[in-house]
């Protein structure tokens, strides 16, 4: 499995962006998608996670109602839509991928494969 992530930038507190994750070497509709991001000097923390149908999904504390997660199976790709920016939010953002359900990734943390991150900054 492949994962490519992209959509990061640089945007002002409150601003807006579209992440992306793109993909390949497995079916996608087989596998739990998630986000997470890691802030400098910070451990890694959970985002978000979608099931494989995207009947389901999770959200961490701190991002619900600002970010939403989706999942386009027939493109294999995997959204986070993050609105209403704050300076927190400033990390790299990774996706990563689980076979299966959406349990080990939204309660764990655990994911199989992981991609390589995209930067987001949030100015105040």
């Known amino acids: 499995v492949q994962l490519q992530a992209c959509g990061g930038g640089l945007v002002q507190a409150g601003g807006s962006l579209r992440l992306s994750c793109a993909f390949s070497g497995r079916r996608f509709s087989d596998y739990a998608m998630g986000w997470f991001r890691q802030a400098p000097g910070k451990e890694r923390e959970f985002v978000s996670a979608i099931s494989w149908g995207g009947g389901s999904t999770y959200y961490a504390d701190s991002v619900k109602g600002r970010f939403t997660i989706s999942r386009d199976n027939a493109k294999n790709t995997m959204s986070l839509q993050v609105d209403s920016l704050k300076p927190e939010d400033t990390a790299i953002y990774y996706c990563?991928?689980?076979?299966?359900?959406?349990?080990?990734?939204?309660?764990?943390?655990?994911?199989?494969?992981w991609g390589r991150g995209t930067q987001v900054t949030v100015s105040s």
């Open positions: 990563a991928a689980h076979l299966g359900g959406i349990g080990p990734i939204a309660t764990s943390g655990n994911a199989a494969y």
